[in-house]
């Protein structure tokens, strides 16, 4: 396979200011718009007393506020999975939360510092804004709930309320999951799992850029257990237009609050399915089994999936042909069989790498491998940029192709 040529991108140098600035105006801009189109108006009045309208709590002892918050953040993987909550915390994480509507539609409760409102940056205004919109929705859904009550199954709340609360310091410290408290903290309902059949019934915006649409794009963790590496990868697949994040069973549960607070916003993104819970499969082999008919589903075949591995040789001895290198892959590709040039990739395990049933699974051939060049004496990379590395390789492919659309981007 011959090697697609590289390409430069001019790239100007951008000052954190200058990042900002245009950041703000694009989410100062959506929030003019989704208030026009909804019909709510937002007075400048309305800022200048941000805590009138909202509950304050006191006592961190006694709050049941403080109570729910203080259990999610204890609990394990199947309790979450009962209460389908998770929380996120911090001025930006929340803030982006909050400025994409489907994020936003999935908080339920807020707790703001009542000293974040005496600082004057920009992103506590950011954020006082886009907190009083969310309020202003959730009313708005309380009451055309209460004269059509139609329940939306898609959501565990039906009315998909925000309630917003003020709390002291120690309030804020009491909610917080971090050593220092960073002024706001958030339960959010955690979103439905990806369906294959609805996402191709309904194509991923995320996936299209005009009338151009990226061929579909898959990251399988297998076993992949750090939640920071999870949180990194989830930020790489929203960047690149994954179209979805699949676990294999035992890896990291991207709804703990570490992921989430790691992925900065992605893990409402980017769709993500976990397949072959120990619950339901006994085996990891039942579970990579299902995994290959659900690729098959989504028009990936057998050889267009590219286990990571750490050299040319595949996987040291279980491998039956060599790895290609990850420049020298046509990610893009359509195969005989597919109109559309679907592919994914598979990310092992920090520091045992891929599992047996992978491994099983490259020595009979029946998927490909990849890796990433390394000088020699480096014995492997992070998984988090290994994989990254990977993806914006494809974006970058993509990039080629669409040479109108690089100047854009």
């Known amino acids: 396979m011959s090697r697609i040529p590289n390409r430069q991108f001019e790239s100007g140098a951008k000052t954190t200011s200058n990042r ?36 304050k709590i006191t006592n961190h002892q006694t709050s049941k506020t403080v109570k729910l918050f203080k259990s999610i953040h204890r609990a394990n ?31 339920r409760r807020i707790v703001v510092s009542e000293s974040l409102f005496c600082g004057d940056g920009e992103y506590q205004k950011e954020l006082e804004q886009w907190l009083r919109l969310a309020d202003e929705e959730s009313k708005q859904r309380k009451v055309e709930f209460s004269t059509n009550p139609g329940d939306d199954s898609q959501y565990r709340d039906p009315l998909q309320s925000c309630i917003i609360n003020i709390g002291t310091d120690q309030v804020l410290a009491a909610c917080s999951g971090t050593v220092s408290t960073q002024g706001v903290v958030a339960l959010i309902e955690i979103p439905p799992q990806y369906d294959h059949l609805q996402s191709a019934s309904a194509p ?4 299209s850029y005009d009338d151009e649409i990226i061929p579909p794009f898959y990251l399988i963790l297998d076993g992949l257990s750090d939640p920071g590496n999870v949180g990194t990868l ?25 992921a989430v607070r790691s ?48 050299d040319d040789s595949g996987d040291e001895t279980t491998a ?31 520091g045992e790498g891929l599992r047996l049933p ?47 659309k690089a100047e854009i981007y």
């Open 20 to 55: 900002w600035f245009l950041l703000s105006t694009h989410r100062s801009l959506a929030l003019t718009n989704v208030s026009k189109q909804q019909g709510i108006r937002l007075s400048s009045s309305l800022w200048s007393s941000p805590t009138a309208n909202w509950e």
């Open 320 to 350: 039956s042909r060599k790895s290609i290198p990850y420049f020298n892959v046509d990610w893009l590709r359509h195969s005989d069989k597919r109109k559309v040039g679907a592919s994914a990739l598979i990310l092992g395990k920090e």
């Open 263 to 310: 992925a900065m916003g992605a893990s409402f993104r980017v769709p993500v399915l976990e397949i072959g819970s120990p619950k339901y499969q006994k085996t990891e082999e039942a579970a990579f089994d299902k995994l290959l008919k659900l690729m098959g589903h989504c028009g990936v075949d057998n050889d267009r999936i590219f286990a990571a591995t750490m």
């Open 204 to 207: 991923n915006k995320s996936n």
């Open 234 to 258: 989830l930020r790489t697949c929203a960047a690149s237009h994954v179209t979805a994040l699949i676990l294999l069973p035992d890896s990291c549960d991207v709804w703990n609050p570490k």
């Open 358 to 404: 992978v491994r099983r699974a490259l020595k009979q051939g029946k998927i490909s491998t990849v890796h990433v060049p390394m000088a020699p004496g480096t014995e492997s990379l992070n998984a988090a940029v290994c994989g990254s590395v990977i993806m914006f390789e494809r974006m970058r492919q993509w990039l080629c192709n669409n040479e109108n």
């Open 77 to 107: 993987k199947s309790k979450r999975a009962e209460t389908n909550l998770t929380v996120a915390e911090g001025v930006r994480l929340v803030t982006d939360i909050l400025s994409h509507e489907e994020s936003r539609r999935l908080v």
